[in-house]
């Protein structure tokens, strides 16, 4: 059994009025990634407020070296998982790089597919620019909420100069301003700051009037969002700066499958309480009709 209050406590469904009086009233939000029926079970059970299958599947789930390859289709099927898990927090679907960058049109039909094929409460997209802020008007047109995402935005690292802080010359600062503003502008009713400095973020978050979310970008933001992998310690190599690790989840995964070999190959494994019995008589009864042993 749980020892935090939130678990397994009976809630009612996030939406969008309530993530707004959460805000209005003081309280964080807590946004966290899930990709699979386990991992949405687990968020929902811990009492987060929002659960984003995000474009970080590509890496975490899926092996890739970063979040660009992943398609619609793959991240339909991780989104379909999470939302058989659900059953409070809202649902948030990233839109993967290439599905919406072509024209106002795609985006839509991209967002559409989202709620339609995959139980999406909304969807998020990258950037705050003319065109990033052109398909966030035009998918709220045409009904689906949307989270923007500044600062830094993977999908284009490499035009960003990689996966390095953003925001800490004049310049790049008032551009990340800027950009939060266009999103906000363009109807979005949420938007992520990634890895930009505490005090940029500081000066963000009260001059927009919609809930910002920061990842690497401190505590004055209205809220947390990270990579459940991250998280939970089951991913390798060196985090992030703003990564926070809570469990050494991989470390556990690793001891209990090496366990399991060894207790295998000792034949320790399976023992008799793993085993099924037959009924007294029909072995014999079995054994009369069967072939002798070469």
Do not use: N, W
Request: net charge negative.
């Amino acid at each position: 059994m749980s020892t935090h209050p939130a678990a397994d406590a009976p809630r009612g469904h996030v939406t969008l009025p309530s993530l707004a009086a959460s805000v209005a009233a003081g309280e964080k939000l807590v946004m966290v990634t899930a990709y699979d029926y386990p991992s949405a079970r687990a968020a929902d059970r811990a009492g987060v407020d929002v659960v984003l299958v995000g474009d970080s599947g590509a890496q975490v789930v899926l092996g890739h070296a970063s979040t660009v390859p992943v398609t619609v289709e793959e991240m339909l099927v991780l989104a379909q998982a999470v939302r058989r898990g659900l059953t409070a927090p809202l649902l948030v679907c990233d839109l993967p790089f290439g599905s919406y960058e072509v024209s106002d049109e795609q985006a839509v039909a991209t967002a559409v597919r989202f709620v339609k094929e995959a139980g999406a409460d909304a969807v998020k997209l990258e950037g705050g620019g003319r065109m990033p802020a052109s398909r966030i008007r035009a998918i709220t047109d045409a009904g689906i909420p949307v989270m923007g995402h500044v600062g830094l935005t993977p999908q284009t690292a490499v035009a960003l100069g990689g996966f390095a802080a953003q925001g800490r010359t004049v310049e790049a600062a008032t551009r990340v301003l800027r950009e939060a503003l266009a999103v906000q502008e363009a109807g979005a009713f949420s938007l992520v700051l990634e890895a930009i400095p505490s005090d940029l973020a500081a000066e963000i978050t009260p001059r927009l009037q919609i809930p910002a979310i920061g990842i690497g970008a401190g505590t004055a933001v209205d809220g947390q969002v990270l990579v459940l992998h991250d998280l939970l310690g089951l991913t390798e190599g060196r985090a992030a700066k703003f990564v926070k690790r809570y469990a050494s989840l991989l470390d556990a995964m690793v001891d209990g499958v090496a366990a399991y070999a060894d207790d295998v190959r000792s034949g320790a494994y399976p023992g008799p309480e793993h085993g099924y019995a037959m009924p007294d008589g029909v072995l014999d009864a079995v054994r009369d009709g069967f072939p002798p042993a070469p």
